[in-house]
């Protein structure tokens, strides 16, 4: 309960004291309300996991206070207590969105399980949300994989950094793992036990990053219909992967500089400052160095980020990383897609190590999965990786990248007798999109 | 020698109570906050902390006048009582403490096996002896502990109190060392 903030608005004085000081021992954060208006200014500057409302007061009622408050503070959980038992109050309360009721004086042990469940079921929405978005993203973790020298050297250094809280940087190319890197960090961190929330900078459009990032209460504009935490919110007591860095704003690096300095965010719209209890890892594919020159990104917001940095190898650099890496995803694509692909011959596995693979390990995966998929045999041959390919190569050239595109889709189509569902599968497109490519292309399946 | 060895806890039973438990308490508490302890009467009886509409006793005065009584050179004070006390918004408590304060009481009227005959006082003393380290706890601004075996684990009941160990966990031992440092430095 270290973190809990909790406010109680009681209009007796002792019932106040009494209940602040048995939840500061519990280690609550407590603040007090003596009546509807007082709870009603604090929340204006505070934001509370936790309100404990009694019903009968002087002045504003706990239920007209429970309405006002329902409206801005949806996430908060107001628990109606009275010295009045009233069934009838007490459902009212329910309906209005209070999450439980107490009668006066509370048996320490009904308190004390009331809380907890509360708390509880606050960490499990909070988990359940960054799951789903986490879901929307078809995000693929995996464990790190790596025998390689520049491989152990991360390993290490992931060891040695993830019990600090410091923020980190991870550089490196495209598909090298940054993600990977991250996560491990997170696993092996003190804050393993909360959300590792990641966030990718470049794949969302800028006017909608702030929001994403930083919540917004209702209201704040045109289609803030609710009240939503942000990025930065879910990742209360956890770790926040802001990946391609590179790729934010000057605006929202000037906010994030502030995030890093203060501690503390706002909701878009918002006027209660919220704690940042998360750790910073970020990650980029760009030199920050360069584009700090080139006054693309903020010098301050650099140091800031860069407090521990390290480099992910591409693969040309770790070769001997390839055939266990390979396997690791054969074995995962073949359980995954129920093919019968089994293993990776040894010229299949030779053309693998001789490439230099530009889009490091993602590519690799790709190539694998694309093996498994439109495989036919046992084992992985060296025609069912597209990238060795000369005829590919030939059928995908064009003067026009729509040219390309044209002859790159014909030929998935004809390599997998115009199999909709394994073709699009293998362009990463959805059937739609494909259909759509196919009819604006005039693409004919061969009689 | 600790940075407390200088400090003395004062217990001040209100009532009379089984010598063998008054005897245990010292060690306990040199034992957990490595600091000495003296058996001082400061409270005749808690009779102005009574609630005749809940026929109980309220904690809290009791606290504010054991603060007011205890002599300067106590660095703690704890007044072990019988009666049952509450605070106004529980039904019950087993004691109650200032929280990085002075004062703590312990009250020994839900701490007996009622169905026990005869009573058992050797189980009685350490559930004594763990409420009265607890509610100590408490005063050298220790919080509700999560770990069930730490003497800081909040008591709903009977079992709970049995269930606990009468040790600090690690975690609050370095909490408690913290606190004591900056005790000492003040």
């Known amino acids: 309960m270290g973190s809990t903030k909790v406010l109680i608005v009681d209009d007796e004085l002792i019932m106040r004291e009494s209940l602040g000081d048995w939840l500061e021992q519990d280690g609550c954060h407590v603040e007090k309300a003596c009546s509807g208006s007082e709870a009603l200014d604090l929340l204006k500057n505070a934001r509370f ?21 329902k409206g801005s503070e949806p996430d908060m959980a107001i628990v109606m207590i009275t010295a009045y038992a009233s069934v009838s109050t007490a459902i009212e309360a329910m309906k209005n969105g209070a999450c439980d009721y107490l009668l006066k004086p509370f048996d320490p042990s009904e308190l004390s399980l ?33 025998q390689s020298g520049p491989m152990q050297t991360i390993f290490n250094l992931i060891a040695d950094i993830a019990p600090t809280d410091s923020t ?34 470049g794949a969302i459009p800028e006017q909608l990053v702030e929001s994403e990032l930083f919540g917004h209460q209702k209201g704040a504009f045109t289609d803030a219909r609710e009240t939503r935490k942000g990025r930065l919110e879910m990742a209360r007591g956890g770790t926040l992967f802001l990946d391609e860095i590179g790729e934010i704003s000057m605006r929202m690096q000037i906010d994030l500089l502030r995030v890093l300095e203060d501690r503390v965010f706002f909701r878009v719209g918002g006027t209660q400052p919220i704690e940042a209890d998360f750790r910073i890892i970020a990650a980029t594919n760009k030199n920050l160095a360069e584009a700090i020159k080139a ?68 590519e690799l995966e790709n190539a694998i999965e694309r093996a498994v998929v439109i495989g036919k045999e046992k084992q992985l041959m060296p025609h069912d990786l597209p990238i060795f390919h000369p005829d590919h190569i030939q059928h995908a050239s064009g003067d026009s990248i729509r040219e390309m595109e044209k002859n790159h889709i014909k030929y998935i189509l004809d390599k997998n007798q115009w ?22 292309y005039k693409l004919q399946k061969p009689a | 020698m600790s940075a407390l060895d200088e400090h003395t806890i004062i217990i001040s039973p209100v009532g009379v109570f089984d010598p063998k438990l008054l005897a245990a308490i010292g060690p306990a508490i040199r034992r957990t906050y490595q600091t000495g302890s003296q058996m001082v009467p400061l409270l005749d009886d808690i009779d102005f902390a009574f609630d005749p509409e809940r026929s109980q006793y309220c904690s809290t005065p009791v606290l504010t006048k054991l603060s007011a009584t205890a002599p300067k050179w106590a660095f703690k004070v704890l007044a072990l009582v019988e009666q049952d006390l509450f ?23 839900r701490l007996y096996d009622k169905l026990s005959r005869p009573p058992d006082l050797d189980t009685f003393i350490k559930r004594t002896i763990k409420e009265i380290l607890h509610e100590l706890g408490h005063t050298f601004n220790l919080h509700h502990c999560r770990d069930h075996n730490c003497i800081m684990h909040y008591s709903n009941c009977i079992a709970d109190v049995d269930r606990r160990s009468d040790q600090l966990c690690r975690y609050c031992r370095i909490l408690l060392a913290d606190e004591i440092k900056r005790l000492t430095q003040q």
């Open chain 1, 49 to 69: 996991d936790i309100m404990l409302l009694d019903i009968k007061m002087e002045g504003m009622s706990g239920l007209e206070v429970l309405k006002r408050v």
């Open chain 1, 114 to 146: 009331l809380i907890e469940k509360i708390i509880d079921s606050q960490a499990q929405a909070s988990e359940n949300l960054y799951l789903r978005e986490e879901f929307k993203e078809k995000t693929r973790f995996e464990s790190m994989i790596g």
């Open chain 1, 168 to 201: 980190a940087l991870i550089t490196g190319e495209t598909g090298t793992g940054k993600g990977l890197a991250a996560k491990a960090i997170h696993s092996q961190s003190p804050r393993s036990q909360g959300p590792f929330v990641s966030f990718n900078c």
């Open chain 1, 295 to 362: 006054r693309f990104f903020r010098e301050d917001l650099f140091y800031r980020l860069n407090v521990i940095s390290f480099e992910m190898p591409p693969l040309r650099r770790r070769k001997e990383d390839i055939p266990l890496l390979a396997k690791h995803f054969l074995f995962q694509f073949s359980r995954e897609t129920n093919r019968p692909v089994r293993t990776i011959s040894r010229d299949a596995m030779d053309e693998m190590m001789l490439y230099d693979w530009p889009g490091n390990i993602r």
């Open chain 1, 419 to 440: 199999n909709i569902a394994g073709s699009s599968k293998i362009l990463k497109i959805d059937r739609s999109t494909l259909y759509s490519k196919i009819k604006s």
């Open chain 2, 87 to 109: 605070i106004p918004i529980l039904t019950h408590v087993f004691g109650e403490a200032q929280l990085g304060g002075k004062a703590a009481i312990v009250s020994t009227a």
